[in-house]
């Protein structure tokens, strides 16, 4: 179990009691994925020995043709600048998903409720304003996995393939607990 994990759950919590949601909380492995918007997965990872709390959504997958990835990449590199389109969070590539992800990291002893919720508030409102910018090479959004996030480190593709959730999983068991369009309530 991650050093800060209780505590990021109880932060989860919070943000859930704000958007209307069951419980949220990281599963065994550290990671709270859960669905907002239409189609967009949010992800919380907060790995094993550290203080940092990683934010991730993708948000734009790496086009085949090599002209619309030029393109995709010039708009990602454009929204990224000064971190004003970005809401301080980063565009990034993700190889093994091959996407464009949005993420950010945290120090979890820094987070109290209200900088943990306007955090994770900026984050979505990001996320929801430049995924249909980025997007305009076309794709299907990524599934993330708990193999995608923990693959390099892990080396166990097999046993975690199964995605931890294509809506909310409030009690971890990797099925959808909820409706991914209180999120949007959360936005509000």
């Known amino acids: 179990m991650p ?24 599963n065994d492995l550290g990671i709270c994925t859960f669905q907002f918007g239409s189609d967009m997965q949010f992800v919380i990872e907060l790995p094993p020995a550290t203080d940092e709390l990683y934010l991730m959504a993708p948000l734009a997958l ?7 990835a030029h393109a995709l ?11 004003i389109e970005t809401g301080g969070a980063t565009l990034t590539l993700h190889e093994s998903l091959n996407h464009i992800v949005l993420w950010r990291s945290a120090h979890v002893p820094s987070l109290d409720g209200p900088s943990f919720i306007q955090m994770v508030e900026r984050f979505l409102a990001a996320a929801l304003r430049l995924a249909p910018l980025l997007d305009k090479a076309g794709g299907e959004p990524a599934e993330v996995t708990t193999c995608d996030i923990h693959a390099n480190a892990l080396r166990d593709a097999e046993a975690l393939s199964a995605p931890v959730a294509t809506g909310i999983d409030a009690d971890g068991d990797g099925k959808d607990d909820g409706n991914g369009e ?7």
């Not at 994990?5 to 989860?12: A, D, F, G």
């Not at 919590?13 to 069951?22: F, K, Q, S, T, V």
């Not at 990449?73 to 971190?83: E, I, M, P, T, V």
């Not at 209180?182 to 509000?188: H, P």
């Open 3 to 26: 050093a800060h994990q209780h505590r990021v759950n109880e932060l989860l919590n919070l943000l859930a009691g704000r958007a209307g949601l069951g419980e949220l909380h990281l």
């Open 62 to 68: 790496i086009p085949p043709d090599t002209d619309e």
């Open 73 to 83: 990449f010039r708009r990602s590199l454009k929204a990224n600048y000064r971190g």
């Open 182 to 188: 209180c999120m949007r309530q959360f936005m509000a």
